[in-house]
C-alpha cells in the first residue's frame, strides 16, 4: 500500500489515512482493445469519459464520438474538423469540449462551435453545479479557470505542477496536481493541500458518488477513496480516468484502450 501524509485543510474536511472497511467488489469488462480493433477503431481515445442522458457512456478520439452500450460501440456524428482534446457535459445536458486552445460547444447540427479562445493548449474541462471549469495541464501553465453561464470568465486558483482533474465538493473545489489533492474555497480564496500519496504517483483523475457522498481518486496503477473523512486504497492492480456511475466506478484505461465497471456490495 502507498504512504499517505495528510495536511490540514481549512474549509474542507480533514481526511486521515486510514483504509476503508472492504467491501465485496464485482468487475465487468465493458470494452476491450480487441473490441475496438474488431471494429476497426485503431485510433486512440483521448482521456475523457460521460455518461449521456440514456445512460450511455460517451468516448472520443481526436476527431469523432463514439456511444458505448450493452449493444457495442458505435461511432455518433460525423467527424469533427476540430481536434476532440476533452469534454464535458454541463448540469444540463450541454456538452463541451477543449479543441487545442478553445472552449467549444457542440451545436445544433453536432459541429465543434468555439465559445472562447484560451492563452494555453493541454487543457481540461469539467462542470459543476452553476459553473463550468478549464484547467490547464502543460507543463509551463497550471490554471483553473470559472467560466458562468452568462459568459464571465474568471482565473481563480493556479498549481505549481500540471492540473489534471477538478471536482466540486460541498462549495469546495477539489483539484489534483502532481500526487497531491487540494481544495480551494472560492468564497474566501483559501488554498489548502488536502493529501498527498506517494512522491512517484501521479492523480489523474477525480469523481464523486452522489448516493454516498464519497469521492474516488485514481492513478495509472491504483483507486482509492475518501468516505467520511477517511481515505484509503479500494484496487491497487489497476486505474485510469474514472467516472462514478449508477452506484458503481468506470474505470477507463486509455493506453490499453480498456473499461472496467466495479460493483460494490457495501457491508451494512
Known amino acids: 500500500m502507498a504512504f499517505a501524509f495528510v495536511f490540514g485543510a481549512t474549509g474542507a474536511f480533514a481526511v486521515q489515512a486510514s483504509l476503508p472497511e472492504p467491501d465485496s467488489l464485482r468487475f465487468e469488462v465493458l470494452l476491450t482493445g480487441k473490441i475496438l480493433d474488431s471494429l476497426h477503431i485503431h485510433e486512440d481515445l483521448v482521456s475523457s469519459i460521460e455518461i449521456t442522458s440514456n445512460q450511455l457512456i460517451l468516448l472520443a ?5 463514439y456511444l458505448l452500450g450493452w449493444g457495442g460501440i458505435v461511432p455518433v456524428g460525423e467527424k469533427q474538423i476540430k481536434p476532440i482534446d476533452s469534454f464535458s457535459y454541463t448540469f444540463d445536458g450541454n ?27 493541454e487543457m481540461g474541462i469539467s462542470t ?45 473545489l477539489l483539484f489534483s496536481s502532481g500526487n497531491c489533492i487540494f481544495s480551494f474555497n472560492p468564497q474566501n480564496k483559501e488554498l489548502d493541500a488536502l493529501l498527498r500519496i506517494d512522491e512517484d504517483d501521479e492523480i489523474l483523475s477525480m469523481s464523486k458518488d452522489e448516493f454516498s457522498n464519497s469521492i474516488y481518486f485514481s492513478t495509472r496503477n491504483a483507486i482509492y ?7 484509503g486504497k479500494i484496487i491497487d ?18 493506453d490499453k484502450k480498456n473499461i472496467i465497471r466495479i460493483c460494490w456490495d457495501k457491508k451494512e
Open 128 to 172: 459543476g453545479t452553476n459553473l463550468m471549469y478549464v484547467h490547464e495541464r502543460n507543463p509551463e501553465k497550471n490554471t483553473i479557470y470559472a467560466f458562468s453561464d452568462d459568459g464571465n470568465v474568471e482565473r481563480w486558483v493556479t498549481a505549481p505542477r500540471p492540473i489534471m482533474s477538478v471536482l466540486e465538493h460541498d462549495n469546495i
Open 225 to 231: 477513496r475518501i468516505e467520511k473523512s477517511k481515505f
Open 237 to 254: 492492480s489497476f486505474g485510469g480516468i474514472i467516472k462514478c456511475y449508477d452506484r458503481s466506478l468506470l474505470v477507463f484505461n486509455t
Open 61 to 65: 478520439t481526436s476527431q469523432q464520438f
Open 95 to 121: 456538452l463541451f469540449v477543449i479543441s487545442t486552445n478553445q472552449v467549444c460547444y457542440v451545436d445544433s447540427v453536432g459541429n465543434l462551435s468555439t465559445l472562447f479562445i484560451m492563452s494555453s493548449t
